[in-house]
């Protein structure tokens, strides 16, 4: 099945150079579409509800603690390494396991850069990432006291190392609003997207592969890898299409998620 070209493009209002090394040849979602379809557990299971319940939400000044098999572990500030690897714009494909789909222009920078700053050792295999855990301001935490609060991640230390991951501060050429995982947050367009932790706290570099949030909870729907494939259908429905947010189109679903040229040679 063949794509439409785009017919519309980011503002580009934050300060970053558009990178078309990835291009996407589907209509761009809707930004106010996209901000008020949201999967962030931490404050709503209903999607629709998310951007209604962040206003208590504190995303400044934030930081991400670094630890594990690396020569520089320590705290950094999220505004230090802004301003320290710059920013670019890129335009990516999201699928969600459920089966719908964006088209979405993040603004962050790749998180390799990241990790070459702390310098991973020899025993460093994986990453590990934590989000936010913060009852008092997130309501979905709260009410929903029976999940493993916080949320964690995790890829190997090749996948993260890709060209393709990125770690986000800014979306539709703004800073990140709070529904979408401000102030930072993971984009990995080729895996679905309960892989893409939001609000990150923690990056922690293992040895072995860490145990992820969805896959503890329920390993036969939700695995480490999550990378997206028309041919392995959901335990309750396939994932052969997508339904486009916005337009309501249904489209068909790429092997990961039309990325197999940077990630291919990953899963051989």
């Known amino acids: 099945m063949s794509e439409a070209a785009p017919t519309d493009a980011s503002a580009n209002l934050y300060p970053a150079v558009r990178n078309d090394a990835y291009p996407v040849y589907l209509p761009m979602t809707e930004e106010a579409v996209a901000a008020h379809y949201n999967n962030f557990y931490e404050f709503s299971a ?26 520089r572990p320590g705290t950094y500030d999220v505004a230090d390494l802004v301003k320290k690897f710059g920013l670019e714009e890129r335009v990516y494909r999201l699928r969600c396991v459920e089966a719908w789909a964006m088209v979405v222009p993040w603004t ?62 800014g979306i539709y050429g703004h800073p990140l609003p709070k529904q979408h995982g401000a102030p930072i947050r993971l984009v990995v367009p080729w895996k679905y997207g309960y892989k893409s932790i939001k609000s990150v706290v923690k990056i922690e570099l293992t040895s072995r592969r860490p145990d992820t949030f969805w896959e503890t909870l329920a390993p036969r729907e939700y695995d480490f890898w999550a990378n997206v494939n028309p041919a392995v259908s959901h335990p309750r429905w396939s ?13 068909q679903t790429l092997k990961y998620n039309g990325y197999r040229k940077q990630v291919g040679h990953l899963y051989k």
């Open 108 to 169: 962050g920078f790749p998180l390799n850069k990241l990790i070459e700053m702390v310098e991973p050792t020899a025993k460093a295999k994986h990453v590990r990432m934590f989000t936010v855990n913060r009852p008092d301001q997130a309501p979905g935490q709260k009410k929903q006291s029976w999940y493993p609060w916080p949320y964690f991640e995790g890829l190997t230390l090749e996948e993260a190392r890709n060209e393709l991951t990125m770690m986000v501060t």
């Open 239 to 251: 994932q052969a299409t997508e339904q486009m947010i916005g337009s309501g189109k249904r489209v």
């Open 46 to 71: 209903i999607k629709e509800k998310v951007h209604e319940l962040v206003d208590d939400f504190v995303t400044e000044p934030w930081t991400i603690e670094i630890t594990g098999h690396c020569a």
